[in-house]
């Protein structure tokens, strides 16, 4: 299993959100990431979507999608997605987004 990309519904360096970038950081073997719990203070939380791709024996490929949420602070409810906003794309760097790994590990 490889993290194929992940998705943020907030832009990387926004309006009241830390001033910081690398959001998302993906492993270069592709098997974790890191995600900021930062959030843009005039929205309703930050939403993730990673998306997982699986390659069987036989080279049989799905995927599975998790989101991680952020909720506007420590008191609220978890941010929603859906909202219609710049959204941010991080792919792996390195060429396992496109690997045949082959097998569950």
Known sequence: MVIANVTSDEIENGNGDGNTL??????????SVQLRSERD??????????????????????????TVTVP?????SPAVS??????????????CASSGEQGAR
């Open 22 to 31: 690398n959001d998302i950081v993906i492993a270069a073997n592709c098997k």
């Open 41 to 66: 203070g005039g929205e309703d939380g930050r939403v993730y979507t990673i998306t997982f791709r699986v390659t069987d024996a036989a080279g049989n490929v799905s995927t599975a999608i998790a």
């Open 72 to 76: 506007l602070s420590q008191n609220e």
């Open 82 to 95: 859906g909202r219609i906003t710049p959204s941010m794309e991080r792919a792996p760097e390195s060429s």
